[in-house]
Nanobody
Framework: QVQLVESGGGLVQAGGSLRLSCAAS????????MGWFRQAPGKEREFVSA????????YYADFVKGRFTISRDNAKNTVYLQMNSLKPEDTAVYYC?????????????????WGQGTQVTVSS
């Protein structure tokens, strides 16, 4: 079992920044590929960003490229999502997830463990 706890969401004006954190426990964190996903009201959950176990490779959805940065601190068992230049359309519940250590990249299809989510609201 892997437990994931997100934090850092909130209300921010358009153009502002937030940093989300996701603390993991239950498995050796450095063995876990991690990902961030989001779900807006009335929409399906979608991929935002992913990072490999060692952090050398990162992946982003086109709509966040150049604005969001994923990183991880394996010593702190934490993955981060730095979100800059936020837009109202970024408003959603943001979730971190992992497959549990079997895949190199976390996708929405292989993600097995999810956090409870953190609300991000961007006002115009």
């Amino acid at each position: 079992q892997v437990q994931l706890v997100e934090s850092g969401g909130g209300l921010v004006q358009a153009g502002g920044s937030l940093r989300l954190s996701c603390a993991a426990s239950g498995r050796t964190f450095s063995n876990l590929a991690m990902g961030w996903f989001r779900q807006a009201p009335g929409k399906e959950r979608e991929f935002v960003s992913a990072i490999t176990r060692g952090g050398r490779s990162t992946y982003y959805a086109d709509f966040v490229k150049g604005r969001f940065t994923i990183s991880r601190d394996n010593a702190k068992n934490t993955v981060y999502l730095q979100m800059n230049s936020l837009k109202p359309e970024d408003t959603a519940v943001y979730y971190c997830a992992t497959d549990g250590g079997f895949q190199a990249i976390v996708t929405i299809n292989n993600a097995r463990y999810w956090g409870q989510g953190t609300q991000v609201t961007v006002s115009s």
